[in-house]
């Protein structure tokens, strides 16, 4: 592994403002790995919550804000498999063809990893040298799972984490019933597939759940708070920072 | 036309979630299915890779429409059939009248066609005093119940075995049994006398040849070969679009088709169609009629953007992965056409304004994409929808589906295009979040647009420092 690596950082915006501890965690993980992290200050959101939403003139105010600040950066690693989906197969649909907005795009989009996918494809680490004592299950999230195609890499890093047992959970690949303004416009419909993916996680009798998507887990985490579970949430960073 | 209650989503929604009866059934339907088609996808000689391939037959068949709809057409003509292009529901219900009054029909027998359903012709039939008998034994189910279908190939999977019993007891008179094999057989009995009386038998068509000239009819249950060889009159409802150039392209979409629908290598009956009987066979129709219906295809053809939808060869594949589906059921959609494909074909069919729920009201996952056997991007579809609700259409005459909510996202443009704004923003909001109820270090209750949330569900507040405050302030 080259030990001068450095990578930039794209800080989810949900991480930013509500798990602050997530980008903390992150950058531990790097520092760890002697790998030094350049994160922008001025970055902010995807867009993916506007994009997903129909708003395209908004989500394009911020896919040229984000390729302005991060098409420098030499590799791009984000938190979040469906801000990685949406930068890396959504932003060059969103410029007409041909044009130099959709070039630019074309090339932030090639530069852009989900953090496991990095870890393991591109550095080829699967062990991380992380220690968490305790029975966890995974939770795929969509966009990483279907649109990324990474099902493997967050296992097996799970699966080097020493005092980790990791335990499947039926359908760990059906969805969690966020799916962004959706989860507040449609909360029965939202509601009745979250109880579904709980109740699979509380059966997984496990200590924590993990997944590489924050959004995901907020709504599971809203959930089992809610039913006074005792179970965790834990951003796959987290453990691998332990 | 078939009714259409795209409006209801919502309501809809919330009493299938709460009918339990329902759920079992949905849980039931997608747990059996949805992974054994899976299954049989990597099982394909050819691997799952073969939905690529027939995605581009399909694409092939789209895009020259044109030409393959008048090979068929002629081929059939030729052998003494009878084609009508109904520009829509009326001018299809209308022309089938009109041949079933010259003939005097009093009753006639279908196969299962969701074509049929969107036209609403049983409801024109009936009008005009022909009795009309569903076939296929889920569609017979659900039309002595009077219910319209809930799933594209498994109509009654709503219903229960006792559900099934009550019912063929009060209609057919026999003794309240739970026994499939015996109820099957009572329906059996029961449609054998109705084959045998019909003047008139109706088919859907899965896909047509226009190589060989042939509608083709696919079937588990034999039911639809007895509706169209006994009656005298065959008449075939096709959507305009299910059409494909050879016969060598059937090979590859049938068993993609069986395997999407119902996770087989290959359906039971398989029957290709090609006019009336000639005068050396013995059996099969005098009267062959073939009604090809746009009713809004056309329009869906002419737009790139959802014209890939028509490549749909309606298998059912994409309701037995999605999770909104499985929670929903079929009859929420308020239109015959249910699940992800009916998320993104209802609206064009009946309005995007009216069926904007459909397209809003679920969470993207790309599980339909996956499960399609024709590789159909649905959730791409189901954003360009959303995007003609967001800023209004003016081709597909849509208007702006919420002020409220583009104000809104205005509003985030503007704060995420300033970092400094960015924090205001989170500070300002950290600061307002201390006057919601909270437990546990989490909210409980959230104010507006956001109270949905917390109805089954808390959340973390802001952060006091965000992320980014944190690692500026701690770089030296």
């Known amino acids: 592994?080259?030990?001068?690596?450095?990578?930039?950082?794209?800080?989810?915006?949900?991480?930013?403002?509500?798990?602050?501890?997530?980008?903390?965690?992150?950058?531990?993980?790097?520092?760890?790995?002697?790998?030094?992290?350049?994160?922008?200050?001025?970055?902010?959101?995807?867009?993916?919550?506007?994009?997903?939403?129909?708003?395209?003139?908004?989500?394009?105010?911020?896919?040229k804000r984000f390729i302005t600040i991060f098409e420098s950066a030499k590799v791009i690693v984000c938190p979040s498999g469906s801000c990685v989906d949406m930068v890396k197969h959504q932003y060059p649909n969103l410029f007409r063809d041909g044009s130099p907005w959709q070039e630019r795009a074309k090339a932030v989009s090639e530069k852009i990893f989900e953090l496991t996918e990095y870890l393991v494809d591109v550095l080829e680490v699967e062990d991380v040298g992380a220690r968490f004592q305790g029975k966890v299950t995974y939770h795929d999230s969509c966009h990483l799972l279907r649109n990324l195609g990474v099902a493997d890499q967050p296992r097996r890093l799970i699966?080097?984490?020493?005092?980790?047992?990791?335990?499947?959970m039926e359908n760990s690949e059906k969805c969690c019933g966020f799916g962004g303004t959706f989860s507040v416009k449609y909360p029965d419909i939202s509601t009745a597939i979250l109880e579904e993916k709980v109740d699979?996680?509380?059966?997984?009798?496990?200590?924590?759940?993990?997944?590489?998507?924050?959004s995901c887990l907020m709504n599971i985490q809203g959930m089992l708070n809610r039913r006074k579970s005792h179970i965790k949430i834990m951003h796959i960073a987290e453990l691998l920072a332990q | 036309m078939a009714e259409i209650n795209t409006e209801s989503y919502k309501q809809n929604a919330v009493k299938a979630i709460k009918d339990t009866v329902l759920q079992n059934a949905l849980s039931n339907v997608q747990d059996r299915l949805g992974p054994a088609t899976a299954l049989a996808y990597e099982n394909l000689p050819e691997g799952p890779e073969l939905r690529l391939k027939a995605h581009k037959i399909r694409e092939f068949a789209i895009n020259n429409l044109d030409i393959l709809l008048e090979t068929l057409v002629d081929k059939i003509r030729d052998r003494g059939g009878k084609v009508f292009f109904a520009q829509d529901a009326a001018q299809a219900t209308d022309y089938c009248l009109k041949v079933a009054q010259k003939n005097r029909v009093k009753m006639v027998v279908k196969g299962k066609s969701m074509v049929t359903e969107e036209i609403g012709l049983n409801k024109v039939l009936e009008a005009n005093r022909i009795e009309v008998n569903e076939t296929d034994l889920g569609e017979y189910i659900i039309q002595l119940a009077g219910e319209p279908p809930s799933h594209i190939i498994a109509p009654a999977i709503h219903k229960t075995r006792k559900q099934v019993a009550e019912l063929f007891t009060k209609e057919l008179g026999i003794p309240y049994c739970e026994d499939p094999p015996f109820l099957t057989q009572a329906a059996r009995k029961a449609l054998r006398e109705k084959f045998l009386k019909a003047d008139m038998g109706f088919s859907g068509c899965n896909l047509a040849c226009a190589e060989t000239g042939h509608i083709t009819t696919v079937s588990n249950e034999g039911n639809i070969r007895m509706s169209t060889t006994m009656p005298k009159i065959h008449m075939v409802f096709m959507g305009m679009e299910r059409v494909v150039a050879k016969l060598e392209d059937h090979d590859v979409l049938f068993r993609l088709l069986s395997r999407g629908a119902a996770a087989q290598n290959m359906a039971g009956y398989v029957s290709y169609i090609g006019g009336p009987r000639t005068e050396n066979q013995l059996d099969g129709p005098e009267e062959f009629h073939l009604v090809i219906l746009d009713n809004g295809r056309s329009k869906i053809l002419a737009d790139p953007e959802f014209r890939e939808v028509l490549l749909c060869i309606r298998c059912a594949a994409c309701l037995n992965v999605c999770p909104a589906y499985g929670k929903i059921g079929g009859h929420t959609y308020g239109y015959p056409y249910s699940g992800p494909i009916g998320?993104?074909?209802?609206?064009?069919?009946?309005?995007?304004?009216?069926a904007k729920d459909l397209c809003q009201g679920e969470p993207l996952c790309g599980a339909c994409k996956k499960a399609c056997p024709v590789d159909i991007d649905l959730p791409r579809m189901l954003l360009a929808l959303r995007a003609k609700l967001a800023d209004g259409d003016c081709k597909w005459n849509v208007t702006r589906a919420s002020r409220m909510e583009k104000l809104l996202f205005m509003t985030?443009?503007?704060?995420?295009?300033?970092?400094?704004?960015?924090?205001?923003?989170?500070?300002?909001?950290a600061m307002l979040q201390k006057f919601l109820p909270g437990q546990n270090g989490m909210i409980t209750q959230m104010p507006f647009g956001f109270k949905g949330w917390t109805r089954s569900r808390d959340i973390v507040p802001l952060a006091k420092t965000n992320f980014l405050t944190l690692w500026k302030n701690k770089k030296p």
Not at chain 1, 6 to 12: A, P, R, V
Not at chain 1, 160 to 166: D, E, F, K
Not at chain 1, 200 to 214: K, L, Q, R, Y
Not at chain 2, 412 to 429: D, P
């Open chain 1, 159 to 168: 699966a080097n984490v020493r005092g980790t047992q990791l335990v499947e």
């Open chain 1, 200 to 214: 699979n996680i509380v059966a997984a009798e496990v200590d924590a759940v993990v997944g590489c998507d924050i």
């Open chain 2, 343 to 354: 998320a993104v074909i209802t609206p064009l069919f009946v309005g995007i304004n009216r």
């Open chain 1, 1 to 63: 592994m080259d030990k001068n690596k450095t990578i930039t950082l794209f800080i989810q915006c949900l991480v930013d403002s509500m798990y602050p501890e997530v980008g903390q965690a992150l950058v531990r993980l790097f520092e760890k790995l002697g790998i030094s992290v350049n994160i922008p200050l001025d970055q902010t959101c995807c867009g993916q919550p506007a994009f997903n939403s129909g708003y395209r003139k908004e989500a394009k105010i911020a896919a």
């Open chain 2, 412 to 429: 985030w443009s503007l704060v995420i295009r300033n970092r400094t704004f960015y924090n205001i923003a989170l500070k300002t909001g």
